[in-house]
């Protein structure tokens, strides 16, 4: 593959190896993975680490998954997983004039208003088959 002048070639670096994937696949009878389940001191560790920042480096997530003997992948999914989380606002709190209060979780909130509490001019010619 040529290159054009000036273009750069990038480089793809993958995270896993496809030992270390296959190695953590864990087939069932059925067919399907099983699930992997952080004990509480794993959880713990993986909390206050994304207390100190929720986009730690490649080498930062490296070393917790040697630390906490899981694959790398898990992780980085972890991570992934509770920005989500954070995100949406489980369990956040929200500061609205000087005041924290909880986040309302989107299904938790009250219904919306579905029709307009302002009067506008309705044009009868575009609308008459309503009316």
Known sequence: ?????????KKVKFIDSTN???KHMNTSENGKRSRLRLNAQQASILE???????????KVKAELAMVLCIPLKNVQ???QNRR???KIGV????VVDGEETEMMRFDERAE???TCS???PVDEKYFSEYY
């Open 1 to 9: 593959m040529r290159l054009k002048a000036g273009k750069k070639e």
């Open 91 to 94: 369990g956040a709190m929200k």
């Open 48 to 58: 206050q680490s994304f207390k100190n920042g929720s986009h730690p480096s490649n």
């Open 20 to 22: 270390e994937i296959i």
């Open 77 to 79: 999914i972890w991570f």
């Open 84 to 86: 989500a989380k954070e």
């Open 112 to 114: 919306y208003q579905t």
């Open 118 to 120: 302002i009067d506008f």
